[in-house]
Structures are given as structure tokens and as C-alpha cells.
């Protein structure tokens, strides 16, 4: 079994994409047939409006995986806000060999949105704001092979990327102070811990009902594995300081990978491990390797400021491999 995961960086059709489909199909579909997946994680596939439908659907996705084994995968998609279809920009999807007998879109189920009165706004704020996710997660139970049920959870948290401040920008990058910057950049940490907290808590719901489930986290999580979000997400006896919850943390598989290798994205000059595949105890017994392919990733600031219309992505696909096996509860 082949579980993989990849940001596809806004997939979507002229006019809103700057290049052409065929063009980002030409750098993409390589990397997707490459992964040779069972299950494939997919983050920032947009949607879009086509003539006699009432909603937006997944076109450019279509046309990506057409004539790939992905073509006749199950498929589960998070859904805009208003319940009815996809969302404008960076749906979760979610493709299977295997049925996909539910899903679920996981957003402020567990934690409600925050109330926050912003210190540096322009005029000064009169009262608090709401906090809430840019997107929520995407769960669904997959029946795999060997009539196990797999829970694969699809996650894109919140980019390290100052949120807006009222009144604090000059322009989309330029800040007016640094106490503005600092909040919008607190904000976003905020946004994306709380999110990573509202997953761990899904994942302890799934653990205390069957201590045996099979569980995978996957997706872009915009954080290495020694900051906050995953330290939240693995649960470590170290950081509870208590050995009875070991067995309930999360393993973040693509510690395996030899240090000079284990990086995802390069940002100005610095490689980083920021997409990640995690699995539960139960399942890890199961677990055979991890591979990350990095080969062609460029700089993504480098390619911001030079590339006319980047078309592939400057994320890597990340691919995990476990026996079919099933190992039985002792």
C-alpha cells in the first residue's frame, strides 16, 4: 500500500491560471505517476465553473489525471463553506483505489474559532474578531485491502505568512511597521497550531474508540517535525511526560530519511521538511519505507522572483510504503 501526498500549488484553468493546463500537466503528471500511489493526498486543487453545472467542480483535476491510474480512483473533496460544491481555491482532495465509505470536512468541529481584538489596526479596532482556518481538514474512512478501514486525514495547515492587518499594509509583501508584521505573523502561528490541536483531537476520538486503529496524517503542514504543529499532532511521551499515552502518539515516518535528503521545499537556499506523512502506532508495524522526491525542487523564492508563470510546483510528492498485511491486535 502506497500512500502519498503533494501540493499541486492552485491548480486551476486560464483565465484565473497564469499557464496554460497543459502546461502545468506536462511537469505534474510525471510526478504523479511516478508515486505510483494507492491512496494520493492532494492540496490547493481549485475549482472552477463549467457550462450546465450549478457548481464549481474539479476540471483542471480531471484533466490532469486523465488517462492515469488516478483517473478511476474513489475520490472525496472538501466543499466550499455554503455545503454546495467545491471551493473557488485550494480544496483538499483525496484519491483511493479502494472505496472511500465516508469523509468528512474536520473545520472549528472541535475548536471554535478564536476571539482576537487586534493591538496594531488602523483605525484602532473596536472590538474582538473571529480567528478561523483558511481551510479545513479533510478525513475520510478508506475499506483497504484485507477489509481493514483505513482513516487517512489530508491536511494543509496555515502558511508561516503574516496575516493582514487593517491599515498596516503598503502592498501584498510590504508592511508599514514591525509591530503590524509581528501580529499579523502571531496570528497566522495561532491559526496554524490551533488547527494542528483540532486534528490531534479527531485523531484522540479515532484512538479512544479502537487502540488498534489505522491512522495517516498526510498532507502540507507548513511546519518542520520540531515545531509546534507537529509536536502537537505526534503527542510524544516526552512532551507529556507520561509513558501510558506513548502508544496513543502519532510517528512522523519521514524521520527515517537521511538528514541530507529529508526536505520537501528549498526556500532561500534552505531546505525544508514541511509535507510529512504520519501514521499511528497500530499501523506502523506495517510501515516498509519513505521516499521524498526532491530531485527537481527549485528554490520557490528564487522562482517567485525570476520564473515568468512557474508551471510544475515547488513541493515535493512525498510517497510512504506498508506491508498489505494485517497484523493482529495482541
Not at 500549488?9 to 511516478?34: H, T, V
Not at 487502540?211 to 503542514?221: E, K, Q, S
Request: hydrophobic share 40%.
Amino acid at each position: 500500500m502506497r500512500v502519498a501526498t503533494f501540493n499541486l500549488e492552485s491548480l486551476d484553468l486560464p483565465p484565473r491560471a497564469a499557464r496554460p493546463i497543459e502546461a502545468r500537466i506536462d511537469m505534474l503528471r510525471p510526478e504523479l505517476e511516478r508515486a505510483d500511489a494507492d491512496i494520493l493526498c492532494l492540496q490547493e486543487v481549485n475549482g472552477q465553473r463549467v457550462p450546465d453545472e450549478p457548481q464549481r467542480v474539479l476540471a483542471a483535476l480531471d484533466q490532469l489525471i486523465e488517462g492515469t491510474q488516478y483517473q478511476s480512483f474513489y475520490r472525496s473533496a472538501t466543499h466550499h463553506t455554503s455545503g454546495h460544491g467545491v471551493a473557488d481555491v485550494h480544496n483538499l482532495v483525496t484519491l483511493s483505489r479502494w472505496p472511500i465509505l465516508s469523509s468528512r470536512s474536520i473545520r472549528h468541529d472541535f475548536i471554535q474559532p478564536l476571539r482576537y481584538r487586534t493591538a496594531t489596526a488602523r483605525p484602532p479596532a473596536q472590538d474582538d474578531e473571529e480567528i478561523g482556518f483558511d481551510r479545513p481538514a479533510l478525513a475520510a474512512e478508506i475499506e483497504i485491502a484485507g477489509g481493514r478501514t483505513l482513516h487517512v486525514v489530508n491536511c494543509h495547515l496555515r502558511a508561516p505568512l503574516a496575516s493582514s492587518i487593517a491599515g498596516q499594509k503598503q502592498a501584498p509583501f510590504v508592511w508599514s511597521t514591525i509591530s503590524g508584521w509581528a501580529e499579523g505573523f502571531c496570528i497566522s502561528s495561532i491559526k496554524r497550531n490551533a488547527q494542528a490541536l483540532e486534528i490531534r483531537l479527531f485523531v484522540d476520538r479515532l484512538i479512544e474508540a479502537d487502540r488498534y486503529v489505522d491512522v495517516i496524517l498526510a498532507g502540507d503542514f507548513n511546519a518542520e517535525d520540531t515545531e509546534s504543529p507537529l509536536r502537537l499532532l505526534v503527542g510524544a511521551e516526552q512532551d507529556t511526560g507520561n509513558g501510558a499515552l506513548a502508544a496513543a502518539s502519532m510517528i512522523v515516518l519521514d524521520r527515517g530519511v537521511p538528514a541530507d535528503r529529508r526536505f520537501s521545499v528549498v526556500h532561500q537556499g534552505r531546505p525544508q521538511m514541511l509535507d510529512h506523512v504520519l501514521c499511528s502506532r497500530a499501523l506502523y508495524g506495517r510501515f516498509k519505507e519513505i521516499q521524498i522526491y526532491n530531485e527537481a525542487l527549485s528554490d520557490e523564492a528564487v522562482a517567485y522572483a525570476r520564473v515568468d508563470r512557474p508551471t510544475g510546483s515547488s513541493h515535493a510528492c512525498v510517497v510512504a510504503e506498508f506491508s498489505d498485511i494485517a497484523v493482529s491486535a495482541v
